[in-house]
């Protein structure tokens, strides 16, 4: 039996932890042996209590990471797998491209606390990185397609590790959420995968069939939209160049691979036949959910306005007036489908045009329970209740959170490579 040493960074309420003890087999277990959460907008630390509660307090510290790197890096311990779904709401989903500011922004910089342990632990930094982030970090900031991703990619080059990268989302296979990232996986030069990238004569084959990820999650062998390029240049040259002959577009497919500073990249397709969970499989029954929750019939048509589709004028704050349009969703979601993505405003009971609302069994329309949203997540029932943590704060911590059984099967995959 081997273990495999883990550090969980941005660790929220411990959905990597979780997963990687599910990834856990006879020959290869994975330990997490330190935990860094931190939530520099809020005075009380929710997500790290309910991390404590459930792992205990002695491995996680929950302070800002830039400051432990910089006055406690002793306080980190040396390991085998750094893994972290790190901060990215400066080029996330939830911003438009224009107001973009890629790894220059608050929540980006970030990027470079990781950077910093990886490069200051030296011949004991990690043989693994496992990392996951919105998709959007593919192509941020708007100004040059691909530059953020690109000054990644060339900083664990420098540092030795190769990379692939895939776009995974979550429904595609069988999980219950549609929800959309970009894992990461970096080995360390002279480790098992490494070396066997490093001799794959055809590199694309790992992205259709010898990596972890295409291990982990099954794409058409298709081999669409293929493309080679170097990252050439320092980090700063890359900063002020890349991309700026072509800025409308990244460079950088959903999957890829690179190695050497050698980039190759191409347009995925995935591949599942197995079972799928549905937003319906998820559900309580009505007895067992609280009236809060509930939409009355006045309600219910602020909802449906949200909901529906819109051209209608509107007027700025200094008199520029214009017409704001944009479609309908599907109200209410659908039980035989997987869910639309969490958002942080999941909670509370004002309208809004992207929380979810069901039409239960019994006709009534309702929001869904912090519980419910756990299990779009795959966490344990109640794994965010905690005293004085408010349903609201429960589902914007699930906003923040991942799909752990897809998680899981990346940690498998690596599992079975190792």
């Given at each position: 039996?081997?273990?495999?040493?883990?550090?969980?960074?941005?660790?929220?309420?411990?959905?990597?932890?979780?997963?990687?003890?599910?990834?856990?087999?006879?020959?290869?277990?994975?330990?997490?042996?330190?935990?860094n959460?931190?939530?520099?907008?809020?005075?009380?630390?929710?997500?790290?209590?309910?991390?404590?509660?459930?792992?205990?307090?002695?491995?996680?510290?929950?302070?800002?990471?830039?400051?432990?790197?910089?006055?406690?890096?002793?306080?980190?311990?040396?390991?085998?797998?750094?893994?972290?779904?790190?901060?990215?709401?400066?080029?996330?989903?939830?911003?438009?491209?224009?107001?973009?500011?890629?790894l220059?922004?608050?929540?980006?910089?970030?990027?470079?606390?990781?950077?910093?342990?990886?490069?200051?632990?030296?011949?004991?930094?990690?043989?693994?990185?496992f990392?996951?982030?919105?998709d959007?970090?593919?192509?941020?900031?708007?100004?040059?397609?691909?530059?953020?991703?690109?000054?990644?990619?060339?900083?664990?080059?420098?540092?030795?590790?190769?990379?692939?990268?895939?776009?995974?989302?979550?429904?595609?296979?069988?999980?219950?959420?549609?929800?959309?990232?970009?894992?990461?996986?970096?080995?360390?030069?002279?480790?098992?995968?490494?070396?066997s990238?490093?001799?794959?004569?055809d590199?694309?084959?790992?992205i259709?069939?010898?990596?972890v990820?295409?291990d982990?999650?099954?794409?058409?062998?298709?081999?669409?939209?293929?493309?080679?390029?170097?990252?050439?240049?320092?980090?700063?040259?890359?900063?002020?160049?890349?991309?700026?002959?072509?800025?409308?577009?990244?460079?950088?497919?959903?999957?890829?691979?690179?190695?050497?500073?050698a980039?190759?990249?191409?347009?995925?397709?995935?591949?599942?036949?197995?079972?799928?969970?549905?937003?319906?499989?998820?559900?309580?029954?009505?007895?067992?959910?609280?009236?809060?929750?509930?939409?009355?019939?006045?309600?219910?048509?602020?909802?449906?306005?949200?909901k529906?589709a819109?051209?209608?004028?509107?007027?700025?704050?200094?008199?520029?007036?214009?017409?704001?349009?944009?479609?309908?969703?599907?109200?209410?979601?659908?039980?035989?489908?997987?869910?639309?993505?969490?958002?942080?405003?999941?909670?509370?009971?004002?309208?809004?045009?992207?929380?979810?609302?069901?039409?239960?069994?019994?006709?009534?329309?309702?929001?869904?329970?912090?519980?419910?949203?756990?299990r779009?997540?795959?966490?344990?029932?109640?794994?965010?209740k905690?005293?004085?943590?408010?349903?609201?704060?429960r589902?914007?911590?699930?906003?923040?959170?991942?799909?752990?059984?897809?998680?899981?099967?990346?940690?498998?995959?690596?599992?079975?490579?190792?």
């Amino acid at each position: 039996m081997k273990t495999i040493r883990v550090i969980e960074l941005f660790a929220g309420v411990g959905g990597f932890r979780i997963a990687l003890d599910n990834a856990s087999n006879k020959e290869i277990v994975y330990k997490t042996v330190w935990a860094n959460q931190w939530e520099p907008s809020t005075t009380r630390q929710h997500a790290a209590e309910i991390y404590q509660k459930h792992f205990g307090e002695i491995k996680h510290l929950n302070e800002d990471i830039e400051k432990v790197i910089e006055e406690k890096f002793d306080k980190i311990p040396n390991h085998d797998l750094l893994v972290g779904g790190f901060p990215c709401q400066d080029y996330s989903v939830a911003k438009t491209l224009s107001h973009s500011k890629g790894l220059i922004g608050k929540k980006g910089v970030l990027w470079w606390s990781i950077y910093s342990i990886l490069k200051n632990k030296g011949k004991n930094a990690p043989n693994y990185i496992f990392l996951e982030n919105v998709d959007r970090l593919l192509k941020s900031p708007s100004a040059q397609r691909g530059r953020d991703f690109a000054v990644m990619l060339t900083s664990l080059s420098d540092l030795g590790y190769a990379v692939e990268w895939r776009v995974v989302n979550a429904a595609d296979y069988g999980f219950p959420q549609r929800r959309r990232r970009v894992f990461i996986i970096g080995y360390k030069k002279g480790t098992k995968p490494y070396n066997s990238l490093n001799k794959l004569k055809d590199k694309y084959s790992n992205i259709y069939k010898e990596g972890v990820l295409a291990d982990a999650f099954k794409v058409h062998e298709d081999q669409v939209s293929q493309s080679t390029f170097n990252l050439e240049g320092s980090l700063e040259e890359i900063t002020q160049n890349f991309s700026k002959n072509s800025p409308t577009m990244s460079p950088f497919q959903n999957a890829g691979l690179m190695i050497d500073r050698a980039v190759f990249t191409a347009k995925t397709t995935p591949e599942y036949k197995g079972k799928k969970v549905k937003l319906g499989d998820v559900i309580e029954p009505d007895k067992n959910i609280p009236p809060e929750f509930f939409i009355t019939e006045e309600q219910l048509k602020s909802w449906d306005y949200l909901k529906g589709a819109k051209k209608e004028p509107r007027k700025t704050k200094d008199g520029f007036e214009y017409f704001y349009s944009e479609g309908s969703m599907i109200f209410p979601d659908r039980l035989d489908m997987p869910s639309r993505t969490i958002v942080t405003g999941e909670g509370g009971t004002s309208p809004s045009r992207f929380k979810h609302v069901i039409k239960t069994k019994q006709g009534k329309y309702r929001r869904l329970t912090p519980l419910e949203l756990e299990r779009l997540n795959m966490f344990p029932d109640n794994h965010t209740k905690h005293d004085g943590v408010a349903d609201t704060k429960r589902a914007f911590i699930m906003g923040n959170a991942l799909v752990i059984g897809a998680i899981q099967k990346v940690g498998e995959s690596l599992a079975n490579k190792l």
